[in-house]
């Protein structure tokens, strides 16, 4: 019975949180590509259940409004946690098992985020593709938004407009290089990414997601997973990014 439909309110410090991000992302090797599952990881609802569905409308406060005025949107740091590893030049996917595919892809077609100018080439890579990957697991989440999604196929798409600062206001359908959207095992998914970049190790890759399943499949290709049980934070993203950095350092 799916019942998690749940929000977080209040102020948002940004300026902290990508502070935060900058010290976190400079601390150590990255991994070439950050995969994020979208329901409950990056926006707080699955789209298949607590969305009413298309037609969707940009909403002036950002995000979008479904058919029955119903608004989503990011998590309150995931736009920050996107943008700062775009500007560092990590890569990042999209691996949904939604029921809703088009929704899901539609929906990240209407979410702007703003990116910055970049702060040089990914920093470093990760352990290997051979072996069983690291789960790691945060006890709190961040939601505000959330879909595990739909639609297929590797790639980027959307859209993007010029912005002061030296970045640009783009889609996250467009920032994000690798979209896999449909139902069905992860395993699918990561081969796919994997076989879109060129062959990048699993080892090289880390992985978020709400579901333990998804994590404990995930893992056995040798991704480094970590679980949060309710979307991406500052503090769980950096618990993900501790431990794939524990695996390319040859740790637990």
């Given amino acids: 019975m799916r019942t998690k439909r749940k929000s977080s309110s209040g102020k948002v410090d940004i300026p902290a949180i990508e502070a935060r991000l900058t010290e976190l992302l400079d601390d150590g ?3 070439k590509i950050v995969v994020f599952d979208i329901d409950y990881t990056l926006w707080p609802l699955w789209i298949d259940t607590h969305c009413a569905g ?3 409308r940009k909403a002036e406060r ?4 479904d058919r029955g005025g119903g608004h989503i949107d990011l998590a309150p ?5 996107i943008a700062a590893l775009h500007a560092r030049s990590v890569e990042i ?19 702007d985020v ?12 990760g352990g290997g593709s051979s072996g069983s990957g690291h789960i790691g697991s945060s006890g709190g989440g961040g939601g505000s938004g959330g879909s595990s999604g739909g639609g297929g196929g590797s790639g980027s798409g959307g859209g993007s407009s010029g912005s002061g600062s030296g970045g640009s206001v ?5 920032l994000a290089a690798y979209r896999e959207i449909y139902p069905g095992g992860k395993t699918t998914h990561f081969r796919r990414i994997q076989a879109a970049a060129g062959g990048v190790p699993f080892g090289d890759m880390l992985f978020f997601d709400d579901e333990h399943r998804n994590v404990l499949e995930v893992a056995r290709l040798g991704v480094v997973c970590h679980h949060i049980p309710d979307c991406i934070c500052v503090e769980t993203f950096a618990a993900g990014l501790e431990a ?8 637990d």
């Fill in 62 to 65: 950002g995000g979008f409004l």
């Fill in 170 to 174: 783009m889609t996250l359908h467009a």
């Fill in 93 to 111: 996917g999209l691996a949904s098992r939604t029921d809703e595919p088009e929704w899901a892809e539609e929906g990240l077609k209407l979410i």
């Fill in 54 to 56: 298309p037609p969707f």
């Fill in 244 to 251: 794939f950095r524990r695996s390319a350092s040859g740790g």
């Fill in 29 to 31: 090797p990255l991994p």
């Fill in 77 to 81: 740091h995931a736009r920050s946690v």
């Fill in 114 to 125: 703003q990116t910055h100018s970049s702060n040089g080439g990914n920093g470093g890579s």
